[in-house]
């Protein structure tokens, strides 16, 4: 939302990409809306993120080789799949964004990333790759110099930018755990249905990665 308001004189000749897979919060498609209005040129990109966990499994930050789809192949059949968040948010968001980018022919894409945030790209503003150059127009602002310029030009931040999580990409994610705490608080209040649906994945993944990890400890009981 920064970088839309920072490019708000340009926005007649920017292409704006949205990769929606479908299971956002109703606060962050409100936000959206809020987006879409001040783009002429507004595309959505719809992805069957369903699908891709019904082949690869649910994303996580710890992976246990042999619960994901490669690695059931040559052990056993499990109870679910497991995948990275790496490829799980490429292949329903990042992968579909950068083929539009291409589809369309741009040369130039304008991203939002910081340096300071914990996960990034390891493209910096002005990096060119394969004929695409990368615009960062806050790489160098801080979380707070984000929130009040948000501020000053909306008038009112929505409640969920207060949030660790404040993207609300997926609302059954069950990454970034390090960054879901307040989500997850937030959800259980104010969206009980989707929090139970969360609360099952959760559940399900938190067995898959124990199992493996069972066998690493008593392993280091034995060795202690």
């Known amino acids: 939302m920064a970088c839309l308001y920072l490019m ?133 602002w801080s979380a707070r110099q984000v929130l009040d310029y948000l501020r000053e030009q909306m008038g009112e931040l929505p409640a969920h930018y207060a949030l660790d999580h404040s993207s609300m990409d997926c609302y059954d994610c069950t990454a970034f755990a390090d960054h879901s705490l307040d989500r997850v608080r937030y959800m259980r209040e104010n969206h009980p249905i989707l929090f139970f649906d969360y609360r099952d994945k959760l559940e399900r993944l938190s067995a898959a990665i124990q199992e493996p990890f069972s066998h690493y400890q008593r392993i280091r009981r034995e060795a202690a």
């Open 8 to 140: 708000r004189p340009q926005l007649e000749r920017i292409h704006v990409i949205f990769a929606n897979p479908g299971k956002h919060y109703p606060e962050l498609l409100a936000t959206v809306a809020k987006a879409r209005a001040l783009c002429p040129n507004w595309h959505e990109v719809r992805t069957d993120r369903d699908e891709q966990w019904s082949r690869n499994g649910l994303p996580a930050d710890v992976v246990p080789v042999d619960w994901t789809a490669a690695g059931q192949a040559l052990s056993s059949f499990k109870p679910v799949k497991v995948q990275s968040y790496i490829a799980c948010c490429f292949e329903n968001i990042g992968g579909p964004l950068l083929a539009k980018t291409q589809a369309l022919g741009c040369r130039k894409i304008i991203r939002g990333q910081r340096s300071s945030e914990s996960r990034r790209s390891v493209a910096k503003n002005g990096d060119a790759f394969n004929g695409i150059t990368f615009v960062h127009p806050i790489e160098d």
